[in-house]
């Protein structure tokens, strides 16, 4: 039902033909500030920069930034309910992790491994997500930027039944799995001196790529990360899938998300870059404010075509999934058909906007809806927080990327 909603608030239930959107479902973790350990710099901005990333994808995310172990565990619990009923699942950590006797493990930032009993008490073993994953999406993806030095040997080592060994340990990657590793098995890899780490910052440059394969994918992050740390970190992976995935599909515009985040990195440019002489720039919020709350939240029913044309580019992403102008006006008059009225509202105070050079940016915002049916059935009713890719062009704004989750 959460699922239902959450896509009828695009006004996207059924993908032209009766087929279904892909759903994908990311856990999304970054731990940097441990108490007990060597304190990390980039985890929380790799998890923030990616999760930002992955809803621009389509991707519904359940994230968290220096956890400690109840917290960790109370994700890892919202991430296997919101796996239900999805075909895609994605795991990235980023953060100290750690392998003992051929086991991963992520650790907290409470974990007090100082004697080896402690370790399965306060350490959360990596092949326990995977399990969840692969029971319940047909397919796995996991990311895993985890392999620093291993703050806690010292204490670890004193057993003779805890062997903590440098890295991470490869995992057995079960029918429908895809693991990547920042480094090779038994490696160490480099937390890096700007914002990102090598590898996070390679795997957001190219993962919007459209029609790029997630082996593809791999080639290009590993080509970049060998560059950046002069051939000491070589991404590796590992997987069993049985099917060809894509985070964009060919002919599908790319998210106009950050293809590096804002504060650094590389900008690419638009296949068509719109005239010189926009109306505003990316950062003028009151700007887009407009566009959200008398444009987006205020369409035209009657003139649905037309409302279409002025809102959205050209085969813009709508949870990942690029659609024709004819196949979206069709599925937005199809929705709005069913509602004797509705309301949608912008919640005061919830806009945030992320400026992406000067022709693109990120939405981010907390809509209210109303919707009441013709038939007299219950009003579908709430909250969802709805993230936009924006795109500017002689006409103003143009959404060419769409995702939105249910909140409280």
Known sequence: MLRLVALVLACLALAPGGARAERRVALVLGNAAYEAATQLANPVNDAADLAQKLRSLGFEVVEGENLGKRDMERRIGEFADALDGADVGLLFY?????QVDGRNYIVPVDARLDVPVKLRLEAVPMDEILDIMEQ????????LDACRNNPFGRGLSSSRSAKPLPGLAQFDAARGSFIAFSTGPGSVALDGTGRNSPFAAALLRHIAAPGQSIS???IAVRGDVLKATRDQQRPWEQGSLVE???FVPEGGAAAVAAEAPAGGGQQVALADP???GLERAVGDLTGIEGFVAGRYLAPDAGRMRETVRALYADNALIYGTPYGFDAL???KQDWFARFAAWQLALEPGTLAVTPQGTDRALAVFTMRYDYRPKDGSAALAGRARVTLGLVA??????????TSELVQ
Do not use: C, N, Y
Request: glycine share 14%.
């Open 329 to 331: 006006v069709k599925i």
């Open 274 to 276: 719109p005239a010189a």
């Open 94 to 98: 980023a953060g100290h992790g750690l």
């Open 393 to 402: 062009g002689q006409g103003g704004w143009r959404i060419a990327s769409e």
């Open 136 to 143: 319940q999406a047909k397919t796995s993806l996991v990311f």
């Open 216 to 218: 593809d994918l791999m």
């Open 244 to 246: 060809r995935f894509e």
